[in-house]
């Protein structure tokens, strides 16, 4: 059985930076495309970015130019560096596999920008 685990949040102030991981029991990145997704107070999950295994990223509107999806295959783990954050960027973090065929969500970590 797979297991992710999401780590790296924390709280940080309007402005400012964090890089979160996602590292998985099982070595899946390699052949997976990965996302991650994130769930603020009282709405639905939502995709933030992709990595394919060739390398090919992709960015909802909200976090492009300050968000950089990337993955150490050797680690089983996927990062997300979060630049220039914001207040509406605060929720719980997730990564998955970005197919119809999720793997059990992991505990997610909390990442919450103050103003």
């Known amino acids: 059985q797979v297991q992710l685990v999401e780590s790296g949040g924390g709280l940080v102030q309007a402005g400012g930076s964090l890089r979160l991981s996602c590292t998985a029991s099982?070595?899946?990145?390699?052949?997976?495309?990965m996302g991650w997704y994130r769930q603020a107070p009282g709405k639905q999950r939502d995709l933030v970015a992709t990595?394919?295994?060739?390398?090919?990223?992709s960015y909802a509107d909200s976090v492009k130019g300050r968000f950089t999806i990337s993955r150490d295959d050797a680690k089983n783990t996927v990062y997300l560096q979060m630049n220039s954050l914001k207040s509406e960027d605060t929720a719980i973090y997730y990564c998955?596999?970005?197919?119809?065929?999720?793997?059990?969500w992991g505990q997610g970590t909390q990442v919450t920008v103050s103003s």
């Open positions: 998955n596999s970005f197919g119809p065929l999720k793997w059990p």
């Open positions: 099982g070595s899946i990145f390699s052949r997976d495309v």
């Open positions: 990595l394919s295994s060739g390398g090919s990223t």
